[in-house]
């Protein structure tokens, strides 16, 4: 089967097209690099030195034999888009080409506005295209568990039933974004639910909570293959940044009271559930949404245990209670269900001391390149 991963040059998208290319799907990668350029434009670098996409895609076929078509370009560009599509002809989409941080998405008007459009007329062109095109094609598009909020009953996945006045229906979750980019993929959602019905396409929500580690099977082969590791305060996610703050001796960034909740998954599952998508497709017609996280865990818990991890390999790691430059609610019930995947068979790998063992001898690694000014955030949600 054909997959064409959007958003193949980034954290997840890399990870995934290689296990999908090793699995032996045959994948293209499309991608139009922004994000290389919005790091540059910030000052920002990942972690690791990420190799050029094309030098990338020619060390995989040098150690395998396996090739990845590219295409570089932009899904806001629908005739490029469109092309890029006739010419792969997907069986499968998976779609990881949105600007997907939450602060980058704050910062002001511009960066707010630019996020929505990147990420809502994206997403809207790939229904077109496939309304056009590929209407039998499955679309598997990467949304969020902060779709949801922090509401105070459990968390469904995508839709709960409703008694009310005597009668009774299965809606959508309601959905309560915490961010400008949070709300990009409601209304991502919004528009792919709609898209479903009127035209009969067939597509899953994958709402993915935060995800950490960087090696996989198969970026772990060759240095050229390593993925990014973002650290900074912009695009760096919570367990990433505390295993590298802890590897350099910076104080581990709680912010605020630490008691948010957020559903986490190890990178190496998140190229699996992509797979288990793919194999178990949706419906015609049908709006799937599965929750996509492996593990529940509040931002102290995390900090403890990454002070526990460093303090058993020598390291001296303090925890700091900054003040919360986001608008969030610090403690709140938090209880997702996650069971769609488990029942199609994910197998997780839960956060164990060896995992978090690796991630900061990574992080020690590579800390020669950590620029210690980008670590705190500064991005607020306040108004000044
Ligand atoms: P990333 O920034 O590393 O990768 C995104 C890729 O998409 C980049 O290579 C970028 O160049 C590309 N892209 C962006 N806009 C594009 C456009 N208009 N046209 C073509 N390419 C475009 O992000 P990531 O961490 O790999 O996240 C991938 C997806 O998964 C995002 O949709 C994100 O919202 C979702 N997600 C990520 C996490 C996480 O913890 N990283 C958690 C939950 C959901
Ligand atoms: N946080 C800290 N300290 C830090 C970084 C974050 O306390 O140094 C806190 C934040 O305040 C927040 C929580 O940790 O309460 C998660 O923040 P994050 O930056 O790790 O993740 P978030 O902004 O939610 O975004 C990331 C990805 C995004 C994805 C989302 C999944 O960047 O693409 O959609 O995780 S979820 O959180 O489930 O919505």
Redesign the pocket.
Same mark, same amino acid.
């Given at each position: 089967m054909k997959v064409l991963v959007? #958003?193949?040059?980034?954290?997840?998208?890399?990870a995934t097209a290689l296990h999908l290319s090793n699995k032996g799907y045959d994948v293209g990668i499309?991608? $139009?690099?922004?994000?290389?350029y919005w790091d540059s434009k910030l000052g920002v670098d990942t972690l690791t030195p990420i190799a050029p996409i094309q030098k990338r895609i020619q060390r995989w076929q040098e150690l395998t034999g396996k090739t990845i078509d590219l295409f570089v370009? &932009?899904?806001?560009d629908y005739s490029f888009l469109s092309q890029a599509l006739q010419q792969f002809e997907p069986g499968a989409i998976v779609?990881? #080409?949105? +600007?997907?941080?939450a602060p980058y998405s704050m910062i002001d008007r511009e960066h707010a506005v630019f996020t929505q459009v990147? $990420?809502v007329v994206?997403t809207l062109n790939i229904l077109y295209a496939m309304k056009e095109d590929f209407p039998d094609a499955h679309l598997v598009k990467? #949304?969020?568990?902060g779709e949801y909020g922090t509401p105070n009953i459990d968390i469904e996945e995508g839709y709960i039933t409703i008694e009310h006045n005597g009668r009774k229906d299965t809606l959508p979750y309601p959905k309560q974004p915490g961010s400008f980019?949070h709300l990009s993929?409601v209304h991502d959602s919004h528009n792919i639910h709609f898209a479903c019905k009127i035209w009969g396409l067939r597509a899953t929500d994958l709402n +993915?909570? /935060? /995800?950490?580690g960087v090696l996989t099977e198969e970026t772990g082969m060759d240095e050229m293959l390593i993925n990014?590791l &973002?650290y900074d305060g912009v695009?760096g996610?919570a367990l990433n940044r505390f295993c590298i703050q802890a590897a350099i001796g910076h104080p581990l960034t709680v912010y605020g009271k630490g008691g948010q909740t957020r559903g986490f998954l190890d990178i190496r599952d998140t190229v699996r559930c992509i797979d288990i998508a793919i194999q178990n497709p949706a419906e015609e017609g049908k709006f799937r949404v599965f929750n +996509?996280f492996t593990e529940l865990f509040s931002i102290s818990d995390l900090a403890m245990m990454v002070k526990k991890a460093g303090n058993s390999l020598g390291l001296d790691v303090e925890i700091n209670n900054l003040d919360n430059p986001r608008v969030e609610l610090e403690e709140h019930y938090f209880n997702a269900k996650n069971t769609k995947l488990l029942d199609l068979g994910l197998q997780p790998h839960y956060l164990s001391d060896s995992l978090l063992d690796s991630l900061l001898n990574f992080a020690e690694k590579y800390k020669g390149r950590v620029d210690k000014e980008q670590i705190l955030p500064k991005v607020s949600w306040h108004r000044k």
């Open positions: 959007i #958003g193949g040059d980034g954290y997840c998208g890399w499309l991608d $139009n690099l922004s994000r290389r370009g &932009d899904i806001t779609h990881f #080409g949105e +600007q997907r941080s990147n $990420n994206g990467l #949304g969020t568990m980019y993929k +993915q909570g /935060v /995800v950490y990014r &973002d695009f996610t +996509q």
